[in-house]
Nanobody, 115 residues
């Protein structure tokens, strides 16, 4: 069974930076599009960024130019570099494949942007 583990969250002031990491063990990672999502409890999960098997990224408008998604297939890992963070970026962040073929969701990593 694939195990997804996210890490790297924390508390940061507005304008600060964080880099999130996600590792998916027990799978052939390199063939999949990988996504970062975020969710506040009680709300729908929002797709933030995607990176396909060829390394092409896409972003939701609200993070375009501030977030960078990347992947290291040798380590079955995907990363989200977040810069110029805003209070509205506060959420729990998750990584996974596309919803139709999602693995069991990990615990996520909490990002809090606050002064």
């Amino acid at each position: 069974q694939v195990q997804v583990v996210e890490s790297g969250g924390g508390v940061v002031q507005p304008g600060g930076s964080l880099t999130l990491s996600c590792t998916a063990s027990g799978t052939v990672f390199k063939t999949y599009t990988m996504n970062w999502y975020r969710q506040v409890a009680g709300t729908e999960r929002e797709l933030v960024a995607s990176i396909n098997s060829g390394g092409t990224p896409t972003y939701v408008d609200s993070v375009e130019g501030r977030f960078t998604i990347s992947r290291d297939n040798a380590k079955s890992s995907v990363f989200l570099q977040m810069r110029s963070l805003k209070p509205e970026d506060t959420d729990v962040y998750y990584c996974n494949r596309n919803p139709a073929c999602a693995w069991k969701w990990g615990q996520g990593t909490q990002v809090t942007v606050s002064s």
